[in-house]
C-alpha cells in the first residue's frame, strides 16, 4: 500500500464530506406515503454513490498511484484566489450601498493591482471607462436594473 | 412546389432580410462572446427591437443573433479558456492547447469551417428531414428520455481525463447539484438553504460562468497562454487544407449526430457539443491526441452544436414544438408576427415557411463570412494586457451572471464555483463532467421518477421500450469501450518508462 498524493487526498476527503453531507441533507427530507419515490429519494442514492467513489478512489490511490511531487507554484499565483475572492466578496457586499459605477471601477483597480499593475491612477480611470461601458450596456441597452447606491 | 419556392426566394430578396442577418449574426457573435450572455438572451432581449418590422426582416435578426451566439462562444473559448456559451465548453477541451502552441489561428478557422460544415448538413436535414425526425422525437416517453440522459452520462466517461473515479466523481456531484430546487414531482423545496433564488434550480449559467471563467481568473497564472518565443503568433490564418481533410468525416458524422441530439426536446447545442466531442474521442485513432490540441476534437465539437441550432428547428417548424431554450423564445417571435409555428405552417404559410429555412441556411453562411472577416480584429485582443483582460474577464463575469435574472445570489454562486472551480483544478477533477451532469440531471431524475409513477414503482419500464432498451445498450457499449481503451497501455507512456529507463 503506498501514500495518497495531497492532491488524492484532497480531492476524495472533499468528496466524502459533500457526499455525507448529501445524505444528511437529503434524509431530512419528508418522505411521502403511498408515493415510489419522495423528494430525498434521488439525492440521497446519489450521496451514497458518491460515497463509494470516494472510497474506491482511496483503495485506488493507494493501491496504484505514487504521490505525486507537489506542484511549483509562484507566490503571485498563490495569493491571486485569496485576495481576488476576497475583493469580489467584498465588492458584492458593497455595492448596493455604493453603486454600480464606483464600486466596479474600485474593484477593477484594485483586481489590477492585485495582479501586479502599481499604477493606481491609469487603472482606477481604466476602471471608470470599464463601469461606464458596462452601465451603458446591460443597464441602459439591456434595461438590466443595476444598483444607485449613495455614490451611483 | 415551385411557386412555394418562388415565392420564398422573393422573401429572401428584400434587402433589408440581408441587412438584419448581418446585424443580427454580428451581434449574436458578440452576445455569445461574452461569458454569460447566452443566445437565448440575446434573442430574449431584441425580441421587442422587431416589433417594428416586418415578419421576414424580424426573423432574419433573432436567427442571425441565433447562430452568431453559437459560434461566437467559440471565440474567447479559444483565446482565453473561457467559452462565452455552455456550448463552448467541449471546443476550449482541444482549441485551447492549440492557442498555447501559438496556434490559435489555426483553432479558429478550423473552427468556423467545421461550424459552416455543421450549419449546412443540419439546415439541408431540417430541409428534407423535418417532418420524419420530429416524428420519431414524438414518440419519446418517460423510458426514452431516461434512457438519452443515461446515454449522455455515460458519454462522459471519454471526458474524464486520466481518472475514471474523478470524472465520475465529478458527474455524480453534477447530478447532485442538479437537485436543487423545486422537487420535480412533488415540487417540494430541496437544498435551498435559505434562498428562494435557489427555487428554480441551481442557476446554470452562473456555474458555468464560474467554472471557467472565475477559475481561470483566480487560478492564474498556470492557465495563461505559453507560447513558445520562437513561434510567431498568427493574428489571422485561412484552414488548413491539411485539417480540413483530416477533419472531414468527423465534421460530418458530428453534424449528423447534431442534428439528431438538437431536433430532441431539450437537448440543445450544449448537449450536442459534448455527445460529437465525446463521440470522437471515443474513436480516436493512434495519432490523435484529443484534449492535448487535436483539431478533430474541435470539428467535432464544432459541427455538432452549429448542426443542432438547425436541428432544434426541426420540431419548432413542423410541430411548434421548441428543440431548446432559443427555439422556446424564437415561438414567441413568430406568434408576435401573427405565425403559429407547427404541421400548418407548411400549408398555411409555406412560402414563408421555405423562406425560413432558407434564411437558416444563410445564417450559417453569414457567421462564415464574419466570424473570418473579424477574426483578425478578435485576435489582437490577445495583445492586450493580461492582467487587464483577467480583471475585465472577473467583471464582465460577474455582470454575466448577475444580467440573467437582475439577482445577485447569481454572482455569489458564480464565485462559489469559480473557488470549487480552483480546487478542482488543483485536484485533477474535470469541471467538463459536472457541469454535462448538471445539464442533464434534471431530465435523468424528472422521468426516472415520472417512469415509476406510470408504472406502478417498478424500475423495468426502462428495458420494455425498444428506443430506451438501445439507449442504454449503446450507453453500456460506451462505456465498456472506455473502460478498454484506458485499461490499454497508452503508447505515450510507454515511451515516457522507455526514455526513463534509458
Known amino acids: ?152 | 412546389m415551385q411557386e412555394l419556392l418562388l415565392g420564398a426566394s422573393e422573401l429572401l430578396l428584400s434587402p433589408m432580410v440581408w441587412v438584419c442577418l448581418f446585424a443580427g449574426v454580428t451581434s449574436g457573435m458578440i452576445i455569445g462572446a461574452i461569458p454569460g450572455l447566452s443566445a437565448t438572451m440575446g434573442v430574449a432581449l431584441l425580441v421587442p427591437f422587431t416589433f417594428e418590422l416586418t415578419i421576414m426582416p424580424a426573423l432574419a435578426l433573432l436567427i442571425g443573433i441565433y447562430c452568431g451566439a453559437v459560434y461566437g462562444g467559440t471565440i474567447p473559448a479559444v483565446l482565453f479558456r473561457t467559452p462565452g456559451t455552455p456550448a463552448s465548453a467541449a471546443t476550449l477541451l482541444d482549441a485551447y492547447p492549440m492557442m498555447q502552441r501559438g496556434e490559435a489561428g489555426r483553432a479558429l478557422s478550423l473552427a468556423a469551417v467545421s461550424a459552416l460544415v455543421g450549419g449546412v448538413i443540419g439546415t439541408l436535414f431540417l430541409i428534407f428531414l423535418t417532418p420524419q425526425i420530429s416524428h420519431f422525437a414524438l414518440r419519446f416517453g418517460p423510458a426514452e428520455y431516461f434512457a438519452l440522459a443515461v446515454l449522455g452520462l455515460s458519454l462522459i466517461s471519454s471526458l474524464s481525463g486520466a481518472s475514471m473515479i474523478k470524472g465520475a466523481i465529478a458527474t455524480v456531484a453534477g447530478l447532485i447539484c442538479a437537485t436543487v430546487g423545486m422537487d420535480p414531482v412533488s415540487g417540494y423545496p430541496r437544498f435551498l438553504f435559505g434562498s428562494v433564488s435557489l427555487m428554480e434550480g441551481m442557476p446554470f449559467i452562473p456555474v458555468l460562468i464560474g467554472l471557467f471563467a472565475l477559475a481561470e481568473v483566480f487560478s492564474g497564472g498556470g492557465a495563461a497562454p505559453v507560447v513558445e518565443e520562437k513561434k510567431k503568433m498568427k493574428l489571422f490564418e485561412w484552414p488548413h487544407m491539411a485539417d480540413v481533410v483530416r477533419c472531414k468525416w468527423i465534421a460530418i458524422r458530428s453534424a449528423v449526430l447534431g442534428t439528431f441530439t438538437g431536433s430532441t426536446p431539450g437537448a440543445g447545442a450544449d448537449i450536442a457539443a459534448f455527445l460529437c466531442y465525446s463521440a470522437a474521442r471515443q474513436q480516436a485513432g493512434k495519432d490523435d491526441v484529443y484534449g492535448r490540441g487535436e483539431p478533430k476534437g474541435i470539428a467535432a465539437s464544432e459541427a455538432g452544436k452549429t448542426a443542432a441550432t438547425s436541428g432544434a428547428m426541426i420540431p419548432l417548424l413542423s410541430l411548434g414544438i421548441p428543440g431548446d431554450s432559443v427555439t422556446a423564445v424564437l415561438i414567441g417571435a413568430f406568434i408576435l408576427h401573427g405565425i403559429q409555428p407547427g404541421p400548418l405552417l407548411f400549408q398555411d404559410h409555406g412560402a414563408l415557411a421555405y423562406a425560413v429555412l432558407g434564411l437558416m441556411l444563410f445564417a450559417h453562411v453569414a457567421v462564415f463570412i464574419v466570424a473570418f472577416s473579424t477574426a483578425r480584429m478578435m485576435m489582437a485582443a490577445l495583445k492586450i494586457d493580461r492582467r487587464f483582460l483577467h480583471a475585465g474577464i472577473l467583471l464582465l463575469s460577474l455582470m454575466g451572471a448577475y444580467a440573467l435574472r437582475a439577482n445577485v445570489v447569481d454572482c455569489w454562486v458564480a464565485l462559489a464555483f469559480g473557488v470549487i472551480g480552483v480546487g478542482m483544478r488543483k485536484t485533477g477533477i474535470p469541471p467538463a463532467p459536472f457541469l454535462l451532469a448538471l445539464i442533464l440531471g434534471g431530465m435523468a431524475e424528472t422521468n426516472w421518477r415520472r417512469g415509476l409513477v406510470l408504472n406502478d414503482g417498478s424500475a423495468l419500464f426502462i428495458w420494455q421500450r425498444p428506443i430506451s432498451m438501445i439507449l442504454l445498450l449503446v450507453a453500456v457499449v460506451f462505456v465498456t469501450l472506455t473502460v478498454v481503451r484506458q485499461r490499454r497501455p497508452n503508447p505515450d507512456s510507454l515511451l515516457a518508462k522507455k526514455s526513463m529507463v534509458e
Request: charged share 10%; hydrophobic share 55%; no cysteine.
Open chain 1, 1 to 152: 500500500m503506498k501514500q495518497l498524493a495531497l492532491s488524492d487526498k484532497l480531492a476524495f476527503g472533499f468528496t466524502a464530506l459533500f457526499a455525507v453531507g448529501t445524505i444528511g441533507a437529503a434524509r431530512a427530507l419528508p418522505v411521502i406515503e403511498n408515493a415510489h419515490s419522495g423528494p430525498g429519494s434521488f439525492p440521497q442514492a446519489l450521496g451514497w454513490v458518491l460515497l463509494f467513489l470516494a472510497l474506491a478512489g482511496v483503495y485506488q490511490g493507494m493501491k496504484s498511484s505514487p504521490p505525486a511531487a507537489a506542484e511549483d507554484e509562484d507566490s503571485e499565483a498563490r495569493i491571486r484566489l485569496p485576495w481576488l475572492g476576497g475583493l469580489t466578496v467584498a465588492y458584492l457586499l458593497v455595492m448596493p450601498y455604493l453603486g454600480f459605477i464606483s464600486s466596479t471601477a474600485l474593484l477593477f483597480a484594485a483586481a489590477l493591482a492585485v495582479l501586479g499593475y502599481r499604477r493606481f491612477a491609469p487603472a482606477l480611470a481604466t476602471g471608470f471607462l470599464f463601469a461606464f461601458l458596462l452601465y451603458w450596456g446591460f443597464g441602459i441597452m439591456m434595461n438590466v436594473s443595476l444598483p444607485q447606491g449613495w455614490v451611483g
